[in-house]
């Protein structure tokens, strides 16, 4: 009998561990794909991030876990959220997107602590999004030579 009972509260534990490993997580995803461009033509191996906000009293919050996407060789991204790699999608809902210099090689501005665009994901949607990144000034220059000269004393 009490094998009986250990037997079956192992099998529940096990459910409840498995059900937080499935697809959608806490929020559900819709499929969201694009092109990262600089100056007209792609950028190859940018990360893009896209970032779930809601907006309260003119305040953005996050909301919701984050999808990311390395971009191809034509500039292409595919976000996952939940599935890394496998192009789960984004949160439904509006989002900042942010997109990090990776091992992009371009003459535009990336810094993933900077919003390029906000976005609206939506369920049932096609969710494809065309960014166009800025082209660097020399201010931006400077500052990204001042950032790799700080990450080389560290």
Same mark, same amino acid.
Request: aromatic share 6%.
């Given at each position: 009998?009490?094998? &009986?009972? %250990?037997?079956?509260?192992?099998?529940?534990?096990?459910?409840?561990?498995?059900?937080?490993?499935?697809?959608?997580?806490?929020?559900?995803?819709? *499929?969201?794909?694009?092109?990262?461009?600089? #100056?007209?033509?792609?950028? +190859?191996?940018?990360?893009?991030?896209?970032?779930? %906000? $809601?907006?309260? =009293?003119?305040?953005?919050?996050?909301?919701?876990?984050?999808?990311?996407?390395?971009? =191809?060789?034509?500039? &292409?991204?595919? %976000?996952?959220?939940?599935?890394?790699?496998?192009? =789960?999608? $984004?949160? %439904?809902?509006?989002? &900042?997107?942010?997109?990090?210099?990776? *091992? @992009?090689?371009?003459?535009?501005?990336?810094?993933? +602590?900077?919003?390029?665009? !906000?976005?609206?994901? *939506?369920?049932?949607?096609?969710? +494809?999004?065309?960014? !166009?990144? *800025?082209? @660097?000034?020399?201010? #931006?220059?400077? @500052?990204?030579?001042?950032?790799?000269?700080? #990450?080389? =004393? #560290?």
């Amino acid at each position: 009998m009490i094998a &009986r009972i %250990i037997s079956v509260m192992m099998s529940l534990v096990c459910c409840f561990a498995l059900s937080g490993c499935g697809n959608s997580g806490d929020f559900g995803t819709a *499929k969201t794909t694009g092109i990262l461009l600089c #100056d007209g033509k792609p950028v +190859e191996g940018a990360m893009v991030y896209f970032q779930p %906000i $809601a907006s309260a =009293d003119g305040k953005s919050a996050l909301v919701g876990k984050q999808g990311f996407s390395y971009t =191809d060789p034509e500039g &292409r991204f595919n %976000i996952s959220t939940y599935n890394p790699g496998k192009g =789960d999608g $984004a949160v %439904i809902g509006k989002h &900042r997107v942010r997109v990090g210099r990776g *091992k @992009a090689q371009c003459a535009c501005t990336m810094n993933e +602590e900077v919003d390029l665009t !906000q976005v609206e994901v *939506k369920q049932g949607a096609t969710n +494809e999004f065309e960014l !166009q990144l *800025k082209k @660097a000034t020399v201010a #931006d220059k400077k @500052a990204a030579a001042r950032n790799r000269d700080d #990450d080389e =004393d #560290d």
